[in-house]
């Protein structure tokens, strides 16, 4: 109740400053199309908790699997949606003599739309075995209900393979982004002759907003995986906490990476501040 109380009004208002700013201008950068996506995601995952609380009156294996079959397809699309962010912010700010690191810089803006719909087409098929598992109830033959159980590990064991494979693309971004900005800096500092950039506060923002997130999404990644692998153990619900932590740290991360979010939220706060001075 905490997480939902927390998240779900920093995830709207993410989805609906991005929304108004969309209106005004008529135009959607790509940056603003990704953050909105994660935060659509995470409003989702937010309200499919509503399910949850629902199993916990109910106690019905169907209303469980459903939970899991739907979140395991958002957490999916959460996942590649961040690793886009994460790969663009590369591509934007660091270059490398490549012809196909060049070739993606020049043409990933026109591809995205279909890797938009590859990820959520992929987070609906590995969702496939935990919504195939609604009816396991449904399945009395021994037989049967072996190969069925084998394919629901083997589907398990895939959405972990392609979870931790956008993990490993997300990583590798954020560490390449971070290695280049740290140069970058090093090199803007020592041209300056040890005076500090009038940009260098927006590079230490930029770094801190990418290694929160990369930290974050790798937390969220690894409670994730224990939590699917070893289901049924007691200090399995004690990590949990950890994973709705690391959703908030996330979502500050965004915001604060991103200008046109932390400007509305600084104005949000002095609005509020004036407010309670005045009464």
């Given at each position: 109740c905490i997480t939902f109380l927390l998240l779900t009004p920093t995830n709207m208002f993410i989805s609906i400053v991005i929304l108004l700013n969309w209106i005004k201008d008529k135009k959607l950068p790509l940056v603003?199309?990704?953050i909105a996506s994660i935060s659509v995601c995470n409003i989702a995952e937010e309200v499919m908790k509503?399910?949850?609380?629902l199993n916990i009156i109910y106690n019905s294996s169907k209303i469980s699997m459903i939970y899991f079959s739907l979140c395991s397809m958002v957490m999916s699309c959460n996942v590649w949606f961040s690793t886009f962010l994460c790969?663009?912010?590369c591509l934007k700010i660091v270059?490398?003599?490549n012809t196909l690191y060049i070739c993606l810089?020049?043409?990933f803006q026109k591809i995205f739309p279909w890797l938009f719909v590859s990820a959520i087409l992929g987070s609906v098929l590995v969702s496939l075995p935990f919504i195939l598992r609604i009816t396991e109830e449904n399945i009395s033959t021994p037989k049967l209900n072996s190969t069925f159980l084998d394919f629901q590990e083997m589907g398990v064991l895939s959405f972990i393979i392609l979870f931790w494979t956008a993990m490993l693309i997300f990583s590798i971004s954020a560490l390449?982004?971070?290695i280049s900005l740290f140069k970058h800096m090093n090199q803007v500092q020592q041209n300056l002759g040890g005076f500090r950039s009038p940009n260098m506060k927006v590079h230490v923002q930029a770094l801190i907003t990418v290694i929160l997130f990369l930290i974050t999404n790798i937390t969220i990644s690894i409670v994730l995986t224990i939590n699917l692998t070893l289901r049924g153990y007691t200090w399995n619900y004690m990590i949990m906490p950890f994973y709705s932590t690391s959703k908030l740290a996330g979502c500050w991360s965004l915001i604060k990476g991103n200008r046109n979010l932390d400007e509305t939220?600084?104005?949000i706060f002095r609005k509020l501040h004036c407010t309670k001075t005045s009464n």
């Open positions: 603003d199309q990704l509503s399910i949850k609380f790969v663009y912010f270059n490398v003599k810089q020049r043409n390449i982004f971070v939220l600084k104005n």
